[in-house]
Protein backbone atom coordinates (compact mmCIF):
# COMPACT_ATOMS: atom_id res chain seq x y z
CA UNK A 1 0.00 0.00 0.00
CA UNK A 2 1.77 3.26 -1.05
CA UNK A 3 2.34 5.98 1.80
CA UNK A 4 2.52 9.79 1.05
CA UNK A 5 6.06 10.94 1.36
CA UNK A 6 4.74 14.38 2.58
CA UNK A 7 2.67 15.62 4.93
CA UNK A 8 -0.15 17.32 3.31
CA UNK A 9 -1.49 20.65 5.32
CA UNK A 10 -4.03 21.35 7.31
CA UNK A 11 -5.35 23.75 4.66
CA UNK A 12 -5.11 20.99 1.71
CA UNK A 13 -7.07 18.85 4.09
CA UNK A 14 -9.76 21.39 4.89
CA UNK A 15 -9.82 22.19 1.05
CA UNK A 16 -10.36 18.53 0.12
CA UNK A 17 -13.00 18.06 2.88
CA UNK A 18 -15.17 21.38 1.81
CA UNK A 19 -17.66 19.39 -0.30
CA UNK A 20 -18.72 17.16 2.50
CA UNK A 21 -21.57 19.49 3.03
CA UNK A 22 -24.98 18.15 3.40
CA UNK A 23 -28.17 19.12 1.72
CA UNK A 24 -31.50 20.56 2.78
CA UNK A 25 -34.25 17.80 1.41
CA UNK A 26 -36.53 19.20 -1.42
CA UNK A 27 -39.93 19.95 0.84
CA UNK A 28 -43.17 20.51 -1.44
CA UNK A 29 -46.42 21.08 -0.62
CA UNK A 30 -49.44 18.38 -0.19
CA UNK A 31 -51.98 18.74 -3.01
CA UNK A 32 -54.69 17.20 -1.25
CA UNK A 33 -54.06 18.61 2.46
CA UNK A 34 -51.70 21.32 1.90
CA UNK A 35 -48.87 20.03 4.95
CA UNK A 36 -45.50 19.81 4.27
CA UNK A 37 -44.11 16.88 2.95
CA UNK A 38 -40.70 15.20 1.37
CA UNK A 39 -41.39 15.79 -2.69
CA UNK A 40 -41.83 12.38 -4.49
CA UNK A 41 -43.02 10.82 -1.58
CA UNK A 42 -46.60 9.96 -0.28
CA UNK A 43 -47.52 12.49 2.18
CA UNK A 44 -47.46 11.31 6.06
CA UNK A 45 -50.90 13.15 7.26
CA UNK A 46 -52.94 11.96 4.91
CA UNK A 47 -51.53 8.89 2.86
CA UNK A 48 -52.24 10.89 -0.71
CA UNK A 49 -49.05 10.96 -3.86
CA UNK A 50 -50.56 12.34 -7.02
CA UNK A 51 -53.89 12.83 -6.41
CA UNK A 52 -54.34 9.43 -4.73
CA UNK A 53 -54.98 7.53 -2.03
CA UNK A 54 -51.48 5.33 -1.32
CA UNK A 55 -52.43 4.40 2.10
CA UNK A 56 -53.87 4.82 5.03
CA UNK A 57 -52.78 7.16 7.62
CA UNK A 58 -51.46 5.71 10.80
CA UNK A 59 -54.12 6.70 14.24
CA UNK A 60 -52.64 8.33 16.76
Do not use: T
Not at 24 to 46: G, M, T, W
Not at 51 to 59: A, D, K, N, T, V
Request: hydrophobic content about 20%; proline content about 10%; charged content about 30%.
Amino acid sequence: MALPKRRHSKSRRDKRRANWNSSVPPIAECSNCHQPKLSHRACPNCGYYKGRSIFLPRES
